[in-house]
């Protein structure tokens, strides 16, 4: 079965840019009719749509974080990227990828991400 599992920094400083991998097992992100997506949860909040990418490579984002986020993806290593920029306090939170069809499953296990100097 499908499992994705999210990588990267555990800390990250204000101003600068987060970046998360999620790698994919089990199936291509390339084929089908799924969406990958980013989604994250803040402390003490609700779940919050980051973005996604198509099989295409076609991107889609949340209008409120549009200006600072990008998703890309490697095809070679079945994984796709997450880049936030100019974080802040406020973009501490769970990070999670997950596949997105009629539903996000399955998940990630989730990786915190803290935005503290």
């Known amino acids: 079965q499908v499992q994705l599992q999210e990588s990267g920094p555990g800390l990250v400083k204000p101003s600068q840019t987060l970046s998360l991998t999620c790698t994919v097992s089990g199936g291509s992100i390339t084929t089908g009719g799924a969406v990958w997506g980013w989604i994250r949860q803040p402390p003490g909040k609700g779940l919050e749509w980051m973005g996604a990418?198509?099989?295409?490579?076609?991107?889609y984002y949340n209008p409120s974080l549009k200006s600072r986020t990008s998703i890309s993806r490697d095809t070679s290593k079945n994984q796709f990227t997450l880049q936030l920029s100019s974080v802040a306090p406020g973009d501490t939170a769970v990070y999670y990828c997950?596949?997105?069809?009629?539903?996000?499953?399955?998940w990630g296990q989730g990786t915190q991400v803290t935005v503290s100097s």
């Open positions: 990418i198509d099989t295409s490579g076609s991107c």
């Open positions: 997950a596949r997105g069809n009629k539903g996000w499953s399955p």
